[in-house]
């Protein structure tokens, strides 16, 4: 098995997400990649301050060039944040024929130009996945996923921060300031809130898609940006009033007067998907010429959806280490950690159940079906009688369970059909609330 | 320029739809991968059947074996469907060292096993992108986007028909026979409908989608399937009424018995993502223990999106036969492609508008701002007039406006402003139904 030995520039909480996973899913990317990646060295500015991480095994810095430049290391991620420092750190780490993978969506798309050029002439890689839209894999579908199509638009939800101000604002009826004041103390917003509120830090995002989207160099200049300081409670009422929600979106599209970049508030229809992407969450559609729209959905911040990113790219540069053999490993994971697992029955699932009883109208009938339910311990949830029209004595009543095992929610179908007053068949669906 | 040679077996709509693909955007293709890629054979039960696409440059054949042991093939694009000569066909293309790229879910899921130890064996790649959620790079996702992740759970909306189906029931208030027969005539659901309204069809998929998320052999036989059949207009109306919506599923997930597969109806909020999905649209939710919950929406079938997908693995296919320069584009077209594009101005775009501006309430206002609207030829969508809280003789004007060159509206919003009667900034947010 090949070893494959990384460096950390960064310990934040990014880093030390990225780190936890290599630690911890150790054994899952061998066998997703077929190499074992050992992290082997870091830095971080204060390397006293105690951390959600193990870096007693590594090789630690307060100089992040000693990462960058260190014979010891085959891949640098560089998870600092900052452009001037960030810059000298990845140029030094392609001068030293390393790849790099980072997260940095300021540091691509105003430095991205000069960076891919070195790593080209390098021949080494410099990936970025988690630069933009947190954990939601967007570069990759951009740059694979969709290569058969010329892409036409893209339109994203990029910034969490303030979606989920415009959220809030639209949820709970608060103002701007008072829900950014929020957004700060769970630190969702920085204490200097410009970079998001703005619409600098979208637009950084949204300059990389745009470039990969056309195939032209990163060119930030050119995006014209927009914040949602100037929204207020009254326009979210009045847009809601239209059918409409106000998102704050990225927009990179071929128009007819050269390609539009462009990061600023929206009326999207209230029916649309992204319509319905709140909170801290994050969303890009794509119009493909051959594909249509596709819709990319996920967090778009934090550690764990960020590491994940920093992670994929990572896996992607070490199976291209291990060339020739760099397939994609065809099951996920290499054919030898491929093994049978134990399938569950249908019966030993756990569910909430939807009922709907045709049954007489008349006293004891519910009794009966209550106490099927009650022996099999089964809560629950809701029940209401609905009268169909034009049925006469029959009433249709619908029972919402709280969860239980199948097999019991079979062995009280089983009693209820044969308790009195019940006609025909039950009608039983699952519930389930997906989260 | 490397050149690949491409041979398709099938030229229904899917194998026109990639031909298509190959043949007008060939430079593209040959941007992204770096390679110059060539149909140069097909085979078809019918040769003389006209077709929405040019075979005249093709050696074309009626036998598909042909095709799969053609010296002059480096790779056979499998598009026929069906699984006994599909079978025999990948088999002898893998045989003949060939790497082979499907759409087939039938195939996958129930002779995937032996096919891909047979593809390891010949050292060749089988790839099946196409296969699942047509248009939706979901197999990408799973092997490399999240791959950073174990995965906890999926559940996904893989067959549109069946999802068709169900939207029509509750928007139309239409009953099952009667949707399913209008199905058949747009060409949705086939004419034995029963691999789709049964669940078989989604059953494919989902196997397939489990193996990959849980690193195990294909194992159909252990998957419970459920199909739509019985779901009355009853059902959905309670549903409804419950604030759910009645969507068919594929759930796979590590239950506490063991690995759950299962397709079947479900009860979901109708807040969720997935229960905004309508139509033939399909939508995968995958839970990673990193990421979170990410979403992947798009077109299920159909020429342009099936095309879309099996084009996406042929070029995953050619870049690696370049290898060792086997990594991805950065840039997602090759350096030499990338090239400055025409930036438009932010004047320059379209768009809808939504105004809001504040206004003494007397005679003449609204003259005046329509007065400014007419002049640049700008036409009114909606206007409402609403009377803020509290605020005496004001009240705020809202507009929607149709589509206009956003200089047009600059103007306007410039003689707007000095409008009697108009107080303050008018209030300007773009307007996009994301279509």
Redesign the interface.
Known sequence: VKQVRVGLVGLGTVGC?ALN?LQK?AE??T???GCEIKVVMASARDLTRSRPCDTTQLELTTDPMAVATSPNVDVVLELMGGTDTAKSVVEAALQSGKHVVTANKALIARHGNAL?AL??QQGV???F?AAVA????II???????????IEWL?GIINGTTNFILTEMREKKRTFEDVLKEAQALGYAEVDPTFDVEGIDAAHKLVILA???????F?FE?C?TEGVT???Q??IQ??D??G?R?KH?G?AKQ????????V??????K????G??DGVMNAV?VK????????????GA?A??T??????DL??VVR?MA??S????????Q?S??????????D???SAY?L?ISAEDKPGVLRGITQALADESISVE?M?Q?A?ANEGQTV?L?I?TNKVVEASMNAALEKISQSAGVLGEV?R???????
Chains 1, 2 share one sequence.
């Not at 947190?134 to 894999?137: A, F, H």
């Not at 990759?140 to 010329?150: C, D, P, Q, T, V």
């Not at 669906?429 to 989260?435: A, E, G, H, K, T």
């Open positions: 997400g996973i899913s899952l990317m066998q997703r990649s891919f790593a080209a890689q410099l990936t996945e947190g954990g939601i894999p990759k579908a951009l740059r694979e996923g969709l290569a058969a199509n010329k339109a470039s990969l989207a056309f195939g032209m160099p060119n050119a014209y100037k929204i207020t009254a326009d009045y847009a009033a239209l409409f106000i979106l927009f128009g007819a007067q050269g390609i539009e970049m462009r600023h508030p929206v009326l999207v229809p029916t649309h998907l992204l319905q992407v559609l493909g010429d051959q594909v249509g729209q596709t819709l990319y959905y996920g967090p934090g764990g959806p590491a994940s990113a920093v992670i994929a896996l992607d291209l060339a020739p760099a397939a994609v490993a065809p099951m996920a994971v054919d950690a491929v093994k049978t697992r134990a399938a569950a029955r249908i030993q699932i756990k939807y709907r809701a209401n609905k169909p249709d619908v919402l009608m669906i699952r519930v389930d609330s997906l989260n």
